[in-house]
Structure formats: C-alpha cells, structure tokens
C-alpha cells in the first residue's frame, strides 16, 4: 500500500511538472517531457513488477518446501508404521513358538489362542492365555468338583456382560459375549 501511494504522489509531482514545463518551455518540449515520463513510469511499474515476481517466486519456493515436508513426514509415518508392523508379527511368532512349547506343539490349541476363542474342554491356563484374566471369579467348592465362573466386562456392581463357567479346570459354557454392543453390530452390517 506504501508503495502505491508513493507512486500515486509520484506521478501527481511529474504532471504538475509537466503543466509547469509547458508553460515555460513550450510544446516542443512535451514530446521530451512525455518520453521522459514514460521512462520513469516504466522504470516504477518494473519496480513493482520485480517485487511481485519476487513475491510469486517466494511463495512457490514456500509451497514447494512444504510438500517436500508433507511427503518427507508421509514417508516417516508409513516407515514407523511398517516397523510397529513388523514388531507386532515377530511379537505373535515369539508368542506362537511360546505357546506351542507350552501346548506341546498343539496348533488348534495356539491358533484359538492366538484368535482369542474360547471353547468347551478348554483348561484354565489356555483360557486365561486367550482372554486373558478374569475381572472376577465365584468359586464352589465341593466334595467331587470346584465349580469357577469367570467373569468379564463389568457393567455395574456385580455386574457382569460375558461370564464363563469352569468345573474342575476345564471350560464348561458361558453366557454373554465378550465382544461389545456396536462391534456385533458393525459385524451384522457388514454380512
């Protein structure tokens, strides 16, 4: 805006100069005086016209900058990402050759495991290295069998979404779900 105004009083002082010139001089003259305005006229427009270049310029080199940030940290995020990858399957096969030594190389067992399932016949540790530990547990005990209820998810005092039943160890039943109310509902959408 300085500019512009400095330009604008610029030109009034060259018109007044020249009404000036041509009373004094003559008309012979103007010829002169216009050229020479012309000249400084065109020397102030190229002032201007460089410094909008420059501008043009500096924000290409601005913009050009940061798309060469947005790709460099692009290509951080997707080189994190594939480690985390990475870790988390050496993290499962360390797991896997774990349990299978643990499961004398039963692979139904570590599979279900490993795909947090729970089935009937399952023993206690294979359920708790599926599901992982119980928020709570009801034991009966009596004189031929302990009866466990493992309870999971709680929704209130005593109150319990999934439950599964153990007699002696072993798995027995459940009742609820141990997955929540939208996941089962984003898995009946996408049948």
Same mark, same amino acid.
């Given at each position: 805006m300085f500019w512009i105004i400095c330009a604008v009083i610029l030109f009034y002082f060259?018109?007044?100069?020249?009404?000036?010139?041509v009373q004094?001089?003559?008309v012979w003259c103007l010829f002169t005086l216009l050229f020479f305005v012309g000249g400084i006229f065109?020397?102030?427009?190229?002032i201007f016209k460089k410094k909008e270049n420059d501008e043009i310029i500096e924000y290409a080199k601005y913009m050009q900058e940061r798309r060469r940030l947005k790709k460099e940290a692009k290509a951080k995020k997707l080189a994190f990402m594939k480690q985390? +990858?990475?870790? #988390?399957q050496k993290e499962i096969e360390d797991r896997r050759k774990c349990l299978m030594l643990m499961?004398?190389?039963d692979s139904f067992?570590?599979?279900g495991i490993l795909a947090h399932q729970y089935w009937q016949g399952q023993t206690q540790s294979q359920l708790i290295d599926s599901i992982g530990e119980p928020q709570d547990i009801d034991r009966n005990v009596m004189k031929t069998?302990?009866? +466990?209820?493992? #309870?999971?998810?709680?929704?209130?005092k005593n109150?319990?979404?999934f439950r599964i039943f153990l007699e002696n160890g072993n798995v027995i039943g459940w009742k609820g779900s141990l997955e929540n109310k939208k996941e089962n509902e984003e898995s009946d959408d996408k049948k």
């Open positions: 060259l018109v007044q100069s020249a009404i000036w010139l004094m001089i003559g065109f020397c102030i427009r190229s985390q +990858e990475i870790d #988390k499961y004398n190389n067992v570590v599979n069998k302990v009866l +466990e209820t493992y #309870k999971y998810k709680c929704i209130g109150r319990y979404a």
